[in-house]
């Protein structure tokens, strides 16, 4: 069983559509992290959230955490085809070891 | 400036030949884990130090070991790969994991393919 789960698994859409992908888990976290990973290369974190309903924005990106730290959501407005990568969401469920989201992998076509 | 380096890049080896992949970091950070990653899955963590506590994940074959002899290096043993290995290797690090610290955040290495042969 997951402790994150992410959706939609695969995304593929239009240069300047908009898109959101979800993170969930029925466990509360106390943070959660994003990651966008190109191929052949490492993660890189995208953004932390720590308060329950927090929104956080990074240029064309809005990440919110849940009023209940359960789940989060990244928006990407106008989206180009440099944000193409996977997208993972993580975090450390009560002080244990961090967990990855299986991730969701976007493909933006120009 | 690099702050998790991971080296080899890229890194071939055959079949039960053991092989070595190193990682540095220049944050000083307590914690270093290892993850293995395979063709589009999430990464799956392999073992942590922390500082020179060593926790290895249940699930891990006892053919992946570590080391880390200081706080900048650690190490990946494979001692007898297969075929199964062939995977990108993640090092990552991270502050503290501590409950009170659980902000934290893992700093990633650009990891390590490894071809077995």
């Known amino acids: 069983t997951q402790l994150l789960e992410q959706s939609p698994q695969f995304l593929s859409i239009q240069e300047g559509e908009n898109l959101t992908v979800y993170c969930n888990s029925s466990?509360?976290?106390?943070?959660l992290q994003w990651y966008r990973q190109e191929p052949g290369e490492g993660p890189v974190l995208l953004v932390t959230?720590?308060?329950?309903?927090e929104v956080k924005k990074l240029k064309r990106l809005t990440f919110q955490f849940g009023d209940a730290r359960k789940d989060s959501s990244l928006h990407i407005t106008a989206a180009q085809p440099g944000d193409t990568g996977l997208y993972l969401c993580?975090?450390?469920?009560?002080?244990?070891?961090?967990?990855f989201g299986p991730g969701t992998r976007l493909s933006v076509l120009p | 400036d690099a702050m998790v380096i991971q080296n080899p890049r890229y890194q071939v080896t055959q079949f039960g030949k053991p092989v070595t992949l190193s990682c540095s970091q220049t944050?000083?950070?307590?914690?270093m884990y290892w993850y293995q990653q395979k063709s589009s899955q999430a990464p799956k963590l392999l073992f942590h130090y922390y500082d020179k506590d060593f926790n290895n994940e249940a699930d891990t074959p006892d053919n992946f070991q570590s080391r880390r002899p200081n706080t900048s290096f650690c190490f990946l043993d494979i001692r007898s790969p297969g075929l199964g290995d062939a995977a990108m290797y993640l090092c990552?690090?991270?502050?503290?994991?501590?409950?009170?610290?659980?902000?934290?955040?893992?700093?990633f290495g650009p990891g390590t393919r490894l071809t077995v042969l």
């Open positions: 959230v720590v308060t329950g309903g």
């Open positions: 993580a975090g450390a469920p009560g002080g244990q070891n961090f967990v």
């Open positions: 466990s509360v976290f106390s943070s």
């Open positions: 990552a690090t991270s502050r503290d994991f501590r409950e009170l610290l659980s902000t934290d955040t893992q700093y």
């Open positions: 944050l000083n950070h307590n914690v």
